[in-house]
């Protein structure tokens, strides 16, 4: 056997760099997006975390992590992730739940499913701006159907969104109303997956009645889905915002203030921009070590 | 034991009938296929049989009990699916003990964790553990028990289905097409272990599949099933070889019958395409008569000859222990000859003479039943014009 054999012929060398050099060519407009409006961005968050400037600065100075310091000494801080943690782990099991009961009520029927699936869908679909706006209304203390209904049904009124005990419950419940038809309708779309054959197994096997064949075929059968839907459930919770921004900006007494709106604030308002990316990589954080923890615990118990 | 009675079942689907006064009856311990082209309403009534789904009229027992009308967990009857439904989150083992499970503890037992703490459960629990390792060696599984369905072969996975199917001891197992999503080599050895199986356990069987060599091949009898009406219930052998209907007939056998159209001439002789058989108990006014010969039949013959069809040889396919030889004779009739693997096999193109071996013969009516019988083997040589 002779060494040329082995050898690749300058042809086909040639070949391999133009082919090369087209698929960098074609994927040149996507990383050239990605890099202005993502990577850029983020590592000049990471950069400027770590220096003294503010937005209309001059000039800029390494600060080392004197930043990370003064976030950590906040109690705004502490207040604020405490009231987003809360806000999540009330937000996410409720609306998942409300979701799967929701999607098992519109399957079990076969007529307007599409109707009760859009219908419930609409909250996740509508702009949360505009619906917070709705809520307002809805809760107006004095001009609010809420208040009316409970008035009329002679028990005493509230001022939801100003009354230091409701504000966070009233913006987790406009925060279920939400997220739940988002969960219904991927549950519902895993309903319709599950092989009709595992229901007549069941039923051959001796399962007796619905909670019977919902923990042997229904939950189980639905794992894939709980958890896909918990992750995101779970980003767009603790990334809560616009109700925060549009109803309660934080207050009254903070106990409305959610991470996101005190980036915002800091980053925005304050324009200490510094201490806004500390915050934020803080927040990465946090965030990433939640999600990794509960893919890492939960998907041992998911069968795909 | 028990045997399964189908008494006058109807069933449709809107205003499409699936089943048309059907009628079985299944002997206690008997191997009965259900044989049909697919939409032919044989899986239907298997999940009536099953109580998975509801007769819109007739009885069905099993035993002597009358279940028709009664859910299917009453009817105490096993199921095999063809897609085996096994459960994918439990492994083998569990699978195969969620029919105990279900019979031998109640909601609370059942319960995660808080079930184990009530008295009695270990006990349960323990006996289910042992009822499935018994009826695991009886399948061969036991050395499985712990892996999931998707760490499982085909040829496994069903071994398990059936496992779960035989666990609660029950006399009657129902099989709806369970070798079909199997390999060819491992569905000819898994007919094997059916039929093994059959044997050592006594079971009443109801095996339904479109495969009519599978249901040939393993079934003390055969019911044949069209458009929502049975055609024929009999043994194999009598399938084959006296169909009672041309639908029958074109639907048993590997390769399909030879059809020639017929007619009555005096003393029972029928002419089929120039050769003449002799039958009785054909009237001689019968018209738009056809003459069925299977492959098998026909052998090749030296010479052209009164009592032999004369075909151009149109294609031949070589399978190595038989051939396939295919004539196109005056007329424009095809025929279908099957060849000994042995023989000299016939030059495309060329002329051949074959004869039909005596006694062979089917004669259908207009109606499509099949009518008089062929002269036995010495009277029936052909005659000669």
């Known amino acids: ?304 | 034991m028990a045997g399964v009675a189908v008494t006058n079942v109807r069933k449709s689907f809107g205003a499409e009938p699936v089943l048309a006064d059907v009628s079985l009856d299944i002997r206690d311990g008997e191997f009965l296929s259900v044989l049909g082209p697919s939409g032919c309403g044989k899986s239907t009534l298997l999940k009536l049989i099953a109580g998975l789904d509801i007769a819109d009229s007739g009885e069905i027992r099993v035993g002597d009990r009358v279940v028709s009308g009664v859910d299917a967990r009453r009817h105490d009857v096993a199921m095999v699916f063809q897609s085996y439904a096994l459960y994918p989150h439990l492994s083998a083992g569990r699978n195969i003990a969620v029919p105990l499970e279900m019979q031998r503890l109640n909601g609370f037992r059942r319960l995660p964790l808080l079930g184990r703490l009530l008295p009695g459960t270990g006990r349960i629990r323990a006996g289910i553990r042992a009822d499935v390792e018994a009826t695991a060696a009886q399948v061969r599984l036991s050395h499985l028990l712990d892996r999931l369905p998707r760490q499982l072969s085909g040829g496994e996975r069903q071994r398990v289905a059936i496992a779960r199917a035989l666990v609660r001891r029950l006399s009657v197992l129902l099989m709806d097409e369970p070798l079909s999503n199997l390999d060819a080599q491992l569905r000819v050895a898994m007919r094997g272990e059916l039929a093994e199986l059959h044997r050592r356990t006594g079971l009443t069987i109801i095996f339904v599949t479109h495969d009519q060599a599978e249901a040939m091949s393993i079934s003390s009898r055969v019911a044949v099933m069209m458009k929502g009406r049975l055609q024929q219930v009999a043994e194999p052998r009598v399938l084959y070889d006296r169909p009672d209907n041309l639908a029958v007939a074109a639907f048993v056998g590997d390769t399909p019958i030879n059809l020639l159209p017929a007619r009555v001439l005096a003393g029972g002789t029928v002419e089929a395409a120039g050769v003449r058989l002799a039958f009785d108990g054909v009237p001689e006014t019968a018209a738009g008569l056809q003459m069925g010969i299977r492959p098998e039949w026909l052998r090749p013959a030296d010479a052209a000859a009164a009592d032999t069809w004369t075909g151009v040889v149109t294609g031949v396919e070589y399978f190595g222990a038989e051939a396939v030889v295919r004539l196109e004779l005056k007329g424009g009739h095809s025929m279908t000859v099957r060849w000994d693997g042995d023989w000299a096999l016939p030059a495309t193109g060329k002329a051949q003479p074959v004869r039909i071996k005596p006694g062979r013969g089917l004669l259908f009516a207009a109606s499509g039943d099949r009518i008089g019988e062929v002269r036995p083997a010495d009277a029936g040589l052909a005659v000669a014009i």
């Open chain 1, 1 to 304: 056997m002779s060494a040329a054999g082995l050898a690749i012929s300058p042809a086909a060398a040639a070949r391999d760099r133009r082919e090369a050099l087209t698929a960098w060519l074609f994927s040149l407009p996507a990383l050239a997006l990605l890099s202005v409006m993502l990577l850029l961005p983020a590592l000049a968050v990471f950069f400027v975390a770590f220096t003294d400037w503010q937005l209309g600065n001059n000039s800029i100075h390494f600060a080392g992590t004197a930043n990370f310091e003064s976030v950590l000494k906040d109690p705004v801080f502490w207040t604020s992730l405490r009231n987003t943690l809360v806000y999540a782990v009330v937000v996410v099991p409720a609306s998942m739940a409300l979701g799967l009961g929701l999607a098992l009520l519109v399957n079990a029927g076969p007529s307007l499913r599409g109707f009760y699936g859009a219908v419930f869908f609409l909250p996740f679909t509508a702009s949360l701006v505009a619906m917070a706006l709705v809520w307002q209304i809805l809760l107006h203390p004095t001009i609010g159907p809420v208040n009316a209904l409970l008035a009329m049904a002679g028990l005493p009124t509230h001022n939801f969104l100003h009354d230091p005990n409701l504000a966070l419950p009233t913006l987790m419940v406009i925060g279920i109303w939400q997220l739940s038809g988002y969960a219904m309708l991927l549950n519902l779309a895993g309903l319709r997956a599950i092989p009709p054959d595992l229901y007549e197994a069941a039923r051959m096997d001796g399962a007796r009645g619905a909670w019977s064949r919902f923990t042997l075929v229904t939950w189980p059968q639905l794992g894939p889905t709980t958890l896909f839907v918990f992750v995101v459930s779970s980003m767009t919770a603790l990334q809560v915002f616009e109700t925060v921004a549009v109803l309660t900006k934080g207050q009254p007494a903070r106990r409305t203030e959610v991470m996101l709106y005190t980036i915002y604030n800091e980053g925005f308002v304050f324009l200490r921009t510094n201490y806004a990316a500390a915050l934020m990589i803080i927040f990465l954080v946090v965030l990433c070590g939640v999600m990794l923890l509960n893919v890492l615990t939960l998907e041992k118990r998911v069968h795909y």
